[in-house]
C-alpha cells in the first residue's frame, strides 16, 4: 500500500519530525516493553529515531527496521554505518500492511509516527504486525494525537484553513479521521484480537529557538502540510506565512516558543490460545 506521507528530503524531515520523535522514543519504548534476547521488528522506521533508541533499552537478538521511503531508510542506513553498524540491525524497504515475514516471527512488533498518517487503512498494517508477532508478543504502536495534542500542527492547518478552502477540506480529512475519536485506537486493538489492551498519552515539549526554526520544516515541503504549502503560488505562500508569523509570536518578539506534543500510544498481547 503506498505511503500517504510526502518524502522528499531526510534533513527535513529530522527538522520536521525526527528530533522529536528522539525525544518521545523512550516514553513509547517505557509504555511497549522491551526484554533481553527478544526478535523485534519496527514498521515505518524513517530515519531511525526508534530503531537506535531500542538496542540502547535491551541487548535485543535481532532488530528488524523497515519504511517505504527509500530516502529516509538510506539516512537510516548512512546512521548506522557511522555507529561502526550494529549488526543486530537489519534496515530495508518495506510495506507495513504486506510484511513479508512468516507468521509468529517476532517477539515483539513496533511503529511510531506512522498510524495514520501514513497509511490510510491502518487496521491493515495492525493486522500485520499481529500476524507476525507470536502467541504471547506485544504489538505497540504510537501516533501524535493531531487534532488534540498537537498545537504547533494545528497552528498551521487551522490559519491555512482560514485563508484557504481547500486546506480547511484538507485538514478535516487529515483530522477527521475515525481513528482519532476518543478510544478508537484502544477499540481498533480490541477489534484486531488483541488482548490486556492499554493505551496512554505521551507528552513532550517541542522547543523551537524562533519563527524561522518552526516555519521552514513546513515551508521545505516535507510531510502532508509540508505538500499544500509547497503547492502554493508565492503570494498565497506569503499571506500563510505572514499570519502564522503573527500566531507563533502572540505579540512578543521573535525568539524561544515550545508547544506541548502528545502522542496516543497503544500496546496488546498476542493471545496464545
Known amino acids: 500500500m503506498p505511503s500517504m506521507f510526502n518524502a522528499r528530503d531526510a534533513d527535513n524531515y529530522e527538522r520536521l519530525m525526527g528530533r522529536w520523535s528522539r525525544r518521545l522514543a523512550p516514553l513509547f519504548i517505557d509504555h511497549a516493553g522491551i526484554a533481553d534476547g527478544e526478535n523485534v521488528i519496527e514498521v515505518g522506521c524513517g530515519t531511525g529515531s526508534l530503531t537506535f533508541a531500542l538496542p540502547q533499552k535491551a541487548s535485543l537478538a535481532r532488530l528488524t527496521a523497515i519504511d517505504h521511503s527509500e530516502i529516509y531508510l538510506a539516512a537510516a542506513k548512512a546512521k548506522n554505518k557511522a555507529k561502526n553498524k550494529d549488526a543486530r540491525i537489519n534496515l530495508e524497504q518495506g510495506d507495513g500492511c504486506a510484511l513479508r515475514f512468516a507468521d509468529a516471527s517476532f517477539d515483539r512488533a513496533l511503529s511510531m509516527l506512522v498510524l495514520p498518517s501514513v497509511i490510510p487503512q491502518p487496521e491493515l498494517m495492525v493486522a500485520e504486525m499481529r500476524r507476525v508477532t507470536r502467541p504471547g508478543g506485544v504489538v505497540a504502536?504510537?501516533?501524535?494525537?493531531?487534532?488534540?495534542?498537537?498545537?504547533?500542527?494545528?497552528?498551521?492547518?487551522?490559519?491555512?484553513?482560514?485563508?484557504?478552502?481547500?486546506?480547511?477540506?484538507?485538514?478535516?480529512?487529515?483530522?477527521?479521521?475515525?481513528?482519532?475519536?476518543?478510544?478508537?485506537?484502544?477499540?481498533?486493538?480490541?477489534?484486531?484480537?488483541?488482548?490486556?489492551?492499554?493505551?496512554?498519552?505521551?507528552?513532550?515539549?517541542?522547543?523551537?529557538?524562533?519563527?524561522?526554526?518552526?516555519?521552514?520544516?513546513?515551508?521545505?515541503?516535507?510531510?502532508?502540510?509540508?505538500?499544500?504549502?509547497?503547492?502554493?503560488?508565492?503570494?498565497?505562500?506569503?499571506?500563510?506565512?505572514?499570519?502564522?508569523?503573527?500566531?507563533?509570536?502572540?505579540?512578543?518578539?521573535?525568539?524561544?516558543?515550545?508547544?506541548?506534543?502528545?502522542?496516543?500510544?497503544?500496546?496488546?498481547?498476542?493471545?496464545?490460545?
Not at 485563508?163 to 485538514?171: G, Q, T
Not at 492499554?198 to 516555519?215: G, K, N, P, V
Request: hydrophobic fraction near 45%; charged fraction near 25%; include cysteine.
Open 141 to 273: 504502536a504510537a501516533f501524535w494525537d493531531s487534532p488534540g495534542g498537537s498545537p504547533s500542527q494545528r497552528m498551521v492547518w487551522d490559519t491555512a484553513a482560514a485563508l484557504d478552502e481547500a486546506a480547511a477540506k484538507a485538514r478535516d480529512r487529515t483530522m477527521g479521521r475515525p481513528i482519532y475519536a476518543p478510544g478508537a485506537l484502544a477499540r481498533l486493538w480490541a477489534e484486531a484480537g488483541f488482548v490486556d489492551v492499554d493505551q496512554r498519552s505521551l507528552m513532550i515539549r517541542m522547543d523551537f529557538t524562533d519563527f524561522a526554526d518552526y516555519w521552514q520544516p513546513f515551508a521545505s515541503g516535507e510531510g502532508a502540510l509540508g505538500a499544500y504549502v509547497g503547492a502554493l503560488d508565492h503570494a498565497a505562500r506569503d499571506r500563510l506565512e505572514n499570519h502564522l508569523r503573527s500566531a507563533y509570536l502572540t505579540g512578543r518578539p521573535d525568539g524561544e516558543r515550545s508547544f506541548v506534543a502528545v502522542a496516543l500510544s497503544c500496546r496488546g498481547v498476542v493471545p496464545k490460545d
